[in-house]
């Protein structure tokens, strides 16, 4: 089983949609929980970050993180084409960062 | 300039070139880190360096040679370098490796190996 799962997608909604991104754990030592957002052609920009589990609110993106479950997920509300984008999830442990695959996201006008 | 810059954006060289990526972070952060990033795989820790001194290497080739001058500079020496190298390779930084779960990012540099 690998460390960090996540849905490669690619993933396409409307326009105001509500988007769910969600990635899955195995190494319980997890302790921070990271979203990436990377543009096309760009380096991957830190979203929000949220230590243990509980959710964290900044504008439209929401994080939570539920340790008992090893599952977290980023929710979109109100979703617009600048948010077309891929997506990674990252965990930290002991210094050290795991990133998901990534998934890309299509918000169609 | 603001965060983290990297040079060249694009990079085409030959298997029997020497070229060299550089690095710049603008945040007065102590830790730089090098990833490379392939399509369909998570991203790939190579070096990471703490207040100059390197901390890490993830069984990277010897054809990457990583310099780390001062904190706020990293450099990327490539030589030999195989088709298979071809990736975006990122460059970030954090306040130190202990915080290192808060990194921020370059734009990346596109390697072609021809």
């Known amino acids: 089983q690998k460390e960090v799962e996540q849905d490669p997608g690619p993933l396409s909604v409307p326009e105001g949609a509500i988007v769910s991104l969600n990635c899955t754990y195995s190494?319980?030592?997890?302790?921070?929980f990271m979203w990436y957002r990377q543009y096309s052609r760009k380096g991957p920009e830190l979203l929000m970050y949220?230590?243990?589990?509980g959710n964290k609110e900044d504008g439209r993106f929401t994080a939570q993180v539920d340790k008992s479950s090893k599952y977290i997920s980023l929710f979109i509300r109100d979703s617009q084409p600048s948010d077309s984008a891929t997506y990674l999830c990252?965990?930290?442990?002991?210094?050290?960062?795991?990133f998901g695959k990534g998934i890309t996201l299509s918000v169609r006008p | 300039e603001t965060g983290v810059t990297q040079t060249p954006r694009h990079l085409v060289m030959g298997m029997t070139n020497k070229k060299s990526l550089k690095c710049e972070q603008h945040?007065?952060?102590?830790?730089m880190y090098w990833y490379k990033q392939s399509a369909k795989k998570p991203l790939e820790l190579m070096f990471v360096?703490?207040?100059?001194?390197?901390?890490e290497n993830n069984s990277v080739p010897s054809r990457f040679s990583p310099e780390c001058p001062n904190s706020s500079h990293l450099f990327l020496h490539l030589h030999t370098l195989q088709p298979e190298d071809s990736a975006l390779y990122l460059c970030?930084?954090?306040?130190?490796?202990?915080?290192?779960?808060?990194?921020?990012f370059g734009p990346g540099t596109r390697l072609t190996v021809t």
């Open positions: 945040l007065g952060h102590n830790a």
């Open positions: 970030a930084s954090s306040p130190d490796r202990s915080s290192s779960y808060e990194q921020y």
């Open positions: 949220t230590y243990s589990s």
């Open positions: 360096y703490n207040f100059k001194e390197q901390t």
């Open positions: 990252a965990m930290w442990a002991n210094s050290k960062l795991t």
């Open positions: 190494n319980s030592a997890f302790q921070y």
